[in-house]
C-alpha cells in the first residue's frame, strides 16, 4: 500500500515533466525560415544531406503526445537544417515513435 501512495504522488510530477519536455529544445536562430515541405516540392533543390533526430517519447510510465513529439523532432530538424545551411526539410523515415530521419534541402537563393 505504501509504494501505490508514493506511485500516486509521483505521477503529477512526471505528468508536468512531459508536458515541459516541448520546452527544452533549443530554437536556433534562422530555424523559422526553415520550411518543411514534401518530397515532390524539393525536385530542383539543392541536396544538404540527412538529419536523424530523436527526443523522449515517455516520460517514466506516461507517454507523450505523438503531437509534441513530432513537434519537437521537426525543431530538432530545422535547427539542424540551420547547421548545415538549408532552408527546406523534408519528413523521412519514422522507425520507432520518437526518432525520425529528415532530408534537408537548400531551395531558396
Given at each position: 500500500m505504501r509504494y501505490f501512495k508514493e506511485i500516486l504522488m509521483l505521477a503529477p510530477l512526471?505528468?508536468?515533466?512531459?508536458?515541459?519536455?516541448?520546452?527544452?529544445?533549443?530554437?536556433r536562430q534562422g530555424s523559422d525560415r526553415v520550411f518543411l515541405a514534401d518530397a515532390g516540392q524539393v525536385a530542383s533543390c539543392q541536396p544538404r544531406g540527412k538529419i536523424t533526430v530523436s527526443v523522449l517519447a515517455k516520460v517514466g510510465l506516461f507517454s507523450r503526445s505523438v503531437k509534441d513529439v513530432?513537434?519537437?523532432?521537426?525543431?530538432?530538424?530545422?535547427?539542424?537544417?540551420?547547421?548545415?545551411?538549408?532552408?527546406?526539410?523534408?519528413?523521412?523515415?519514422?522507425?520507432?515513435?520518437?526518432?525520425?530521419t529528415f532530408s534537408i534541402y537548400k531551395c531558396r537563393p
Open positions: 512526471l505528468a508536468m515533466l512531459g508536458g515541459c519536455a516541448s520546452d527544452l529544445i533549443e530554437v513530432d513537434a519537437d523532432l521537426l525543431q530538432l530538424a530545422r535547427n539542424g537544417a540551420v547547421d548545415a545551411g538549408g532552408d527546406t526539410v523534408v519528413k523521412g523515415d519514422r522507425p520507432e515513435l520518437g526518432r525520425r
